[in-house]
């Protein structure tokens, strides 16, 4: 048995834990659902290099490395009480591992007596719908048609492309992206090439041509969805497949 801040290991996820984090992976969508069956399956093994929000869910008797760097983000969900408001992250299974964060915004404990109010996630956006929560404008950019979409919300300064076969919508990391469109595009500037924020600030002085040869690039190095980049290769534009 570990033992972490007064808490044993492993112990299992409480009700409302999995309820929180559940928010996040909607069961109407085959790749979300399957991973709510991951979880199920898994304990709280110990405690991640951010504190006492930071979960290691696992099997039992897995050791973990509590440095490890995070995986990619997987989900995402913000939880609104009247008391307090909650911010879930899921990152991707590693090793029969999941890290998990359950972090309350207000920075205090979070209260046994709570009255919800509104849910919001990433994980059931679909194409033709403003970005969640606000309403917000998005840009997307169709990879291929009705089945990949590539996402740019740029008042929510995130990134994702939609798979329309498992429903899940894939965050892309806003500096790994940027560096290889930089690259696309030969710009060596660095006021331009090293503020990755400049894309969403000044989104429309990129071409779709560019966004997706950007993310193509980014995938090939960083495998973020599984996609054939050979049909890319034989058309132009790319996002007019």
């Given at each position: 048995?570990?033992?972490?801040?007064?808490?044993?290991?492993?112990?299992?996820?409480?009700?409302?834990?999995?309820?929180?984090?559940?928010?996040?992976?909607?069961?109407?969508?085959?790749?979300?659902?399957?991973?709510?069956?991951?979880?199920?399956?898994?304990?709280?093994?110990?405690?991640?290099?951010?504190?006492?929000?930071?979960?290691?869910?696992?099997?039992?008797?897995?050791?973990?490395?509590?440095?490890?760097?995070?995986?990619?983000?997987?989900?995402?969900?913000?939880?609104?009480?009247?008391?307090?408001?909650?911010y879930i992250t899921i990152h991707e299974e590693s090793e029969h591992q999941v890290e998990v964060d359950i972090k309350s915004l207000s920075g205090e404990t979070i209260p046994e007596n709570l009255h919800q109010t509104k849910i919001w996630n990433y994980s059931d956006w679909t194409p033709g719908q403003k970005a969640p929560f606000d309403n917000a404008d998005v840009h997307e950019i169709q990879?291929?048609?009705?089945?990949?979409?590539?996402?740019?919300?740029?008042?929510?300064?995130?990134?994702?492309?939609?798979?329309?076969?498992?429903?899940?919508?894939?965050?892309?990391?806003?500096?790994?992206?940027?560096?290889?469109?930089?690259?696309?595009?030969?710009?060596?500037?660095?006021?331009?090439?090293?503020?990755?924020?400049?894309?969403?600030?000044?989104?429309?002085?990129?071409?779709?041509?560019?966004?997706?040869?950007?993310?193509?690039?980014?995938?090939?190095?960083?495998?973020?969805?599984?996609?054939?980049?050979?049909?890319?290769?034989?058309?132009?534009?790319?996002?007019?497949?």
């Open positions: 048995m570990q033992q972490n801040n007064s808490e044993t290991f492993p112990r299992e996820l409480t009700s409302r834990e999995k309820s929180w984090l559940f928010a996040a992976l909607p069961e109407t969508k085959p790749g979300y659902c399957q991973y709510r069956d991951i979880i199920d399956d898994l304990v709280v093994i110990g405690k991640g290099r951010f504190g006492n929000e930071n979960l290691i869910l696992g099997e039992e008797g897995d050791a973990y490395d509590p440095e490890a760097p995070s995986t990619p983000i997987f989900a995402i969900a913000n939880i609104e009480f009247e008391e307090t408001k909650i990879l291929i048609f009705s089945k990949i979409v590539l996402v740019i919300a740029p008042s929510h300064k995130k990134i994702w492309v939609y798979n329309s076969d498992s429903g899940i919508n894939h965050f892309v990391p806003i500096t790994n992206y940027y560096n290889e469109l930089m690259i696309i595009m030969k710009n060596k500037n660095p006021e331009i090439a090293l503020n990755p924020s400049r894309l969403f600030d000044n989104l429309n002085e990129f071409t779709d041509d560019q966004l997706v040869q950007g993310f193509l690039a980014y995938n090939k190095h960083w495998n973020r969805i599984e996609l054939d980049h050979s049909l890319f290769e034989k058309k132009k534009p790319f996002f007019r497949l």
